[in-house]
């Protein structure tokens, strides 16, 4: 990965294997298709495009710029045409509306080799568009414009709070990529990258970490940016945007750790299996339940929960399979790796027979565990 300071251009690690120059106005046109989505954004649009105007002119960059509007209503429009700029095209999207599809729709509308993907609301200082550039031109395949290292920085009218939700957005995120800030939505990259992409189905709004993701860049760089707060218009980041952005996460962790990533939400379901079971026990013996009776309850209660979960989010590729069908093998299934528990368990304490009894039933478990999973995955949940 690759840290570009703006004045002069620096690597830290060296994936590239030479000094890139500082960054000046080039001798020959350099060809940008700026994606920009938007909702409501007819306040900042002028600003916006008065920046790009002066990097167009500063660089001799070939802009083609696409504003895609989720139908804001708000005059975004008339302020578009307006500015009378022949290479910025307005286009009003009537399907799917979210910052990940617009950017998507903009891309298949964009001509240039070089694509930018930034917000509308001046967070993005579209300055920084010249030093992303002459990283591509350096080597990198991907270039975010980054918070998080030297020279980038936030607003400090931040709360603690937004700091924080930012800052843990990036921890879930580490294990897919080494960037310092992948929750950027500033970045750049050569649409050639776009043929190794594959299917993309982003949910939310980070949309250049499910790129970055897909397209399995090796090259990347990050730019520094003074992230600044919004002076026009309103946030759209909501609850529903952070949910939407866990369900992201795991759709990614699947494409990139598959079997990883089943086996973890299957121990994760596993557990609250454990709490559901003692949970329904507790309650039934406190109404007075016979022992049995509550037993068996706790245990009928966790089965079904346990499938539902697993055909639901451990497996959720099985979903659209026959649902009476599937729960009958998975209670097949839990008998079997019952069976395989209680023998393991029985064959171990007799061959180690001073050893806790627990030990011998922390195997039987281990191997009932593991017994259950292989047959979820490849025989009750198979694809």
Known sequence: MIHVAAQPLSLSQPVLNHQAPAVRAVAKTVCVSVIVPTYREAQSLPHLLA?????RQEHRFELDVHIM?????????????AAGLPWV???????TRGLSPAVLDGLTLALSPVLVVMDADLSHPPEVIAPMVAALDE???FVVGSRYIRGGSTDTEWTLYRRLN????TLLARPLTRLHDPMSGFFAFRRSLLDSAGHLNPIGYKIGLELLVKCDAQHVAEVPIHFADRVHGESKLTLA??????????????FRYAEATHVAQFLVVGASGVVVNLGVLTIALGLGAERFLALALGILVSVIGNFLLHRRFTFSYARRGPRLGQFAGYCVACLLTAGASFLTSIAMSGAVPDWPLQVAALAGIAVGTGLNYLLGRFVVFRK
């Open 241 to 254: 945007q952070q949910l939407r952005y866990i369900q992201h996460l795991r759709r990614l962790y699947l």
């Open 139 to 141: 080597g990198a395949e």
């Open 69 to 81: 509007d989720d139908f804001s209503d708000d005059g975004s429009r008339e302020v578009v045409e």
């Open 89 to 95: 095209h307005f286009h009003e999207r009537q399907g």
């Open 166 to 169: 930012s800052r843990i957005a």
């Open 51 to 55: 920046r790009l105007d002066r990097v």
